[in-house]
């Protein structure tokens, strides 16, 4: 399978492809098992931090060997985060219409002025 650009429902569909591949080995499709795939995503961004600080940023830009691996491991977070949308199934439509607001949001967000008065706040 050769795409350029996946859709999320496209990447929905190849996860539960591999699901039904492996279900009598992997965590029911239940909702429930979305907060152990959360975990393991942020595993994986650990993976994925760790070749940062391990090789550095121009080697994942000018190595393609390390290139390929950090694609490898970011890959796998994407993984997890497409099995959290189908276990609450969190259908394509409704994750980019929110998406699309969140985005419209941050559009008009200040983040200068929201970071200095979020970090620069006296809590205790």
């Not at 200095?116 to 809590?123: G, L, M, R, S």
């Given at each position: 399978?050769?795409?350029?650009?996946?859709?999320?429902?496209?990447?929905?569909?190849?996860?539960?492809?591999?699901?039904?591949?492996?279900?009598?080995?992997?965590?029911?499709?239940?909702?429930?098992?979305?907060?152990?795939h959360m975990l393991?995503?942020?595993?994986?961004?650990?993976?994925?931090?760790?070749?940062?600080?391990?090789?550095?940023?121009?080697?994942?830009?000018?190595?393609?060997?390390?290139?390929?691996?950090?694609?490898?491991?970011?890959?796998?977070?994407?993984?997890?985060?497409?099995?959290?949308?189908?276990?609450?199934?969190?259908?394509?439509?409704?994750?980019?219409?929110?998406?699309?607001?969140?985005?419209?949001?941050?559009?008009?967000?200040?983040?200068?002025k929201d970071n200095?008065?979020?970090?620069?706040?006296?809590?205790f």
């Open positions: 399978m050769s795409k350029k650009d996946l859709s999320i429902s496209e990447m929905q569909k190849m996860q539960l492809d591999l699901y039904e591949q492996n279900k009598d080995k992997w965590n029911d499709m239940e909702p429930k098992a979305a907060k152990s393991y995503m942020i595993e994986e961004i650990g993976e994925c931090i760790s070749i940062i600080k391990k090789k550095g940023i121009n080697a994942i830009m000018q190595d393609s060997d390390v290139r390929s691996r950090f694609l490898e491991e970011i890959t796998d977070v994407q993984n997890y985060y497409i099995e959290i949308l189908n276990r609450l199934k969190i259908t394509p439509e409704e994750y980019s219409n929110a998406y699309i607001e969140k985005h419209n949001i941050n559009m008009k967000r200040n983040y200068e200095k008065e979020k970090y620069n706040k006296k809590t």
